[in-house]
């Protein structure tokens, strides 16, 4: 068994969703959104897995749902990335201010 409390998992699940937050909501290149996006995923993903190894009643449900996150996020990180080709094809920039088309 781990020393490690699931406190010391909690904290460090909050410290990377608020990065990955922060970095989401104050960077203007996409792929660094993305990326954290994946970050917030991650923090999301060691919540499950730390609850479903030290919770009440241990099981294997959450290192399921945290692989079955982690396939979603590679689905979601591949039609980003083509979008985001597919838009950089267009207006040579990554910077996520000049992609108002949607807007209208």
Same mark, same amino acid.
């Not at 960077?27 to 660094?32: A, F, G, Q, R, Y």
């Not at 009440?56 to 996020?73: E, K, M, R, T, Y």
């Not at 597919?86 to 992609?99: G, H, P």
């Given at each position: 068994m781990t020393s490690i409390p699931v406190s010391g998992y909690l904290? !460090? $699940?909050l410290l990377l969703f608020s990065i990955g937050l =922060?970095?989401?909501l104050? +960077? +203007?290149n996409t792929v660094i959104v993305l990326i954290c996006i994946e970050l917030m995923l #991650?923090? !999301?993903n060691l919540n499950l897995v730390? =609850?479903? @190894?030290m919770g009440a009643v241990p099981s294997i449900d959450g290192q399921i749902f945290a692989l079955f996150s982690i396939a979603v996020a590679a689905a979601e990180a591949a039609v980003g990335l $083509?979008? %985001?080709l597919a838009l950089y094809r #267009? @207006?040579?920039t990554v910077k996520i201010t000049e992609f108002t088309? %949607? +807007?209208h």
């Amino acid at each position: 068994m781990t020393s490690i409390p699931v406190s010391g998992y909690l904290t !460090v $699940a909050l410290l990377l969703f608020s990065i990955g937050l =922060f970095g989401a909501l104050t +960077k +203007k290149n996409t792929v660094i959104v993305l990326i954290c996006i994946e970050l917030m995923l #991650n923090a !999301v993903n060691l919540n499950l897995v730390a =609850f479903s @190894r030290m919770g009440a009643v241990p099981s294997i449900d959450g290192q399921i749902f945290a692989l079955f996150s982690i396939a979603v996020a590679a689905a979601e990180a591949a039609v980003g990335l $083509a979008i %985001l080709l597919a838009l950089y094809r #267009n @207006r040579k920039t990554v910077k996520i201010t000049e992609f108002t088309d %949607l +807007k209208h």
